[in-house]
């Protein structure tokens, strides 16, 4: 991997395509004045397969979890949705995408975590990247023989196409007057349309109750099949959450997806999976707490990663855009998060894996999963160690 500065476009046609959020706040969030660029084997053997074995790794760890209810009561689910999760699992109910936070360095991808539920910047990392390219290589800044790890979009649309009967309706809702969301739900349904669905979009605030006990649209449409870009830690405390059940509507993400979008996930397959290479040490903060801070009490399995975790980073089992996040190097503050919204939370405890740094910036790898299969990448960088909502996405491409 490597960063090369490179000529950005005379025209970005951002408006042009709608992506109005290239710049925020002053600052760009998409930025092309660089490109990160790979090899393919370091693709496909370092990147994609590796991805794509995490996530059958992960399916592992909901079946394990989904059996117990203490484990279930460590991620956080509440207990009057345990079933619903659980069930959820047993019936089989297919997934459809999710993105993996990777720090890589050029050798061992490591999992940061995983954003299997709400993910976002799809349409970044699936649409924009890819014209990117195709204009790069037209005006000869990029050789003809460049590519792209991103098949997203149409993996997307084979994926509905599978899991849906033709001309199905489905239902895509985001909090409404949120740019950056209207444009990943409007990336999904773009993909739906192209798999041979009809889609619909709605304000999540405008989503109500038929008298029936079923959810409805604006227009009082019934809702089958709903797209939500609202995650499920946050249903399960909303009003709406115990109409979930009755309301027969099907889901996606389906609600076991909480498990694997939640943080509380690492500890399980570090337990599960302990010294796998794409894995960092991880632990539930309760459990680990005072051999952090003294040295004891011993437990094995943490005896086993002490030496990883004098640098390590905890986190809250659910947080966005790196909030209430803080890295401890040889016991003291190396960087914490100034935002501290998910104080609150329960907390992991997972081994530092340093960013590399490219011009003062440290790049994050997305790695997009659709269905069982890793099928796409895209990049965040941030002057900071800890990544952020404004920091900037970067476009990468294949030569060699």
Same mark, same amino acid.
């Given at each position: 991997m490597e960063k090369i500065s490179l000529p950005p476009r005379a025209d970005q046609r951002e408006a042009e395509t709608g992506f109005t959020f290239a710049e925020m706040h002053g600052e760009p969030y998409w930025d092309e004045t660089s490109a990160y660029r790979f090899t393919l084997e370091e693709i496909e053997t370092r990147i994609e397969d590796p991805a794509t074995e995490l996530h059958a790794m992960c399916r592992e760890a909901v079946d394990r979890i989904t059996a117990s209810d203490e484990l279930m009561e460590r991620m956080g689910i509440p207990p009057g949705f345990h079933d619903m999760v659980a069930q959820s699992w047993r019936n089989g109910e297919p997934e459809l995408y999710g993105r993996m936070d990777l720090a890589y360095d050029g050798t061992d991808a490591k999992l940061l975590e995983y954003n299997a539920d709400t993910p976002t910047s799809l349409y970044e990392a699936a649409s924009f990247q890819?014209?990117?390219?195709?204009?790069?290589?037209?005006?000869?800044?990029?050789?003809?023989?460049?590519?792209?790890?991103?098949?997203?979009?149409?993996?997307?649309?084979?994926?509905?196409?599978?899991?849906?009967?033709?001309?199905?309706?489905?239902?895509?809702?985001?909090?409404?007057?949120?740019?950056?969301?209207?444009?990943?739900?409007?990336? +999904?349904?773009?993909?739906?349309?192209?798999?041979? +669905?009809?889609?619909?979009?709605?304000?999540?605030?405008?989503?109500?109750?038929?008298?029936?006990?079923?959810?409805?649209?604006?227009?009082?449409?019934?809702?089958?099949?709903?797209?939500?870009?609202?995650?499920?830690?946050?249903?399960?405390?909303?009003?709406?959450?115990?109409?979930?059940?009755?309301?027969?509507?099907?889901?996606?993400?389906?609600?076991?997806?909480?498990?694997?979008?939640?943080?509380?996930?690492?500890?399980?397959?570090?337990? +599960?999976?302990?010294?796998?290479?794409?894995?960092?040490?991880?632990?539930?903060?309760?459990?680990?707490g005072g051999a952090l801070r003294d040295g004891s009490p011993s437990v094995p399995l943490f005896d086993r990663a002490r030496d990883a975790l004098k640098s390590h980073v905890v986190k809250p089992i659910f947080s966005r855009e790196g909030s209430s996040i803080d890295i401890i190097e040889n016991g003291r503050p190396l960087e914490v998060a100034t935002d501290r919204g998910y104080d609150n939370q329960p907390k992991i405890v997972q081994a530092y894996a340093p960013l590399p740094v490219f011009d003062g910036f440290r790049p994050v790898l997305g790695a997009w999963v659709v269905g069982p299969t890793c099928v796409g990448l895209g990049i965040r960088e941030d002057r900071a160690r800890i990544t952020q909502d404004l920091s900037r996405f970067k476009p990468h491409f294949i030569e060699g």
């Open positions: 890819w014209q990117w390219l195709e204009d790069q290589i037209a005006a000869g800044v990029l050789p003809e023989g460049a590519d792209q790890f991103n098949r997203i979009h149409e993996a997307l649309a084979e994926r509905f196409a599978e899991l849906f009967a033709p001309n199905t309706d489905l239902h895509f809702a985001a909090a409404g007057g949120n740019a950056e969301d209207y444009a990943t739900v409007e990336a +999904m349904a773009w993909a739906a349309r192209e798999g041979g +669905m009809g889609a619909h979009y709605t304000d999540l605030e405008k989503i109500g109750l038929t008298e029936e006990g079923q959810f409805s649209d604006a227009e009082d449409r019934v809702i089958g099949t709903l797209f939500k870009l609202y995650p499920w830690e946050d249903i399960f405390h909303d009003e709406f959450g115990a109409a979930i059940g009755p309301s027969g509507c099907r889901f996606i993400e389906p609600p076991w997806k909480a498990l694997v979008s939640n943080k509380a996930i690492l500890p399980v397959l570090w337990e +599960m999976f302990e010294g796998h290479p794409n894995l960092l040490p991880a632990f539930f903060l309760d459990d680990v």
